[in-house]
């Protein structure tokens, strides 16, 4: 089972930036997917990007391309989640988890989850 801890959350204005960071502990496999998912208020949780573990290939939901750079640290057991030009409706709790397989936007991939970070933007 791995373990997943994010953190890099907080209070931003609109327009700022903030790295989110997602720390891995346990047992990782070669075939490993880590994704980004946020949950903003009253609505259901959606797919925001995902890194291959092992060849860092990227995946980005179409609302987020631009802004959100996903990237991995492999000695560190570190994946992060840079976000630019925030707006409000970023505002969301940020999770992140791992899984296997080839849907990298489907929540129902995935195993491991962290407790999630607060991101809120204040315009």
């Known amino acids: 089972q791995v373990q997943l801890v994010e953190s890099g959350g907080g209070l931003v204005q609109a327009g700022g930036s903030l790295r989110l960071s997602c720390a891995a502990s346990?047992?990782?496999?070669?075939?490993?997917?880590v994704g980004w998912f946020r949950r903003a208020p009253g609505k259901e949780r959606e797919f925001v990007a995902a890194?291959?573990?092992?060849?860092?290939?990227?995946y980005y939901a179409d609302s987020v391309k631009g802004r959100f750079t996903i990237s991995r640290d492999n000695a560190k057991n570190t994946v992060y989640l840079q976000i630019h030009s925030l707006k409000p409706e970023d505002t969301a709790v940020y999770y992140c988890?791992?899984?296997?397989?080839?849907?990298?936007?489907?929540?129902?991939?995935?195993?491991?989850w962290g407790q999630g970070t607060q991101v809120t933007v204040s315009s």
């Open positions: 988890a791992g899984g296997t397989g080839s849907r990298w936007y489907d929540v129902n991939q995935y195993g491991s």
């Open positions: 890194i291959s573990w092992s060849v860092g290939g990227t």
């Open positions: 346990g047992r990782t496999f070669s075939t490993y997917v």
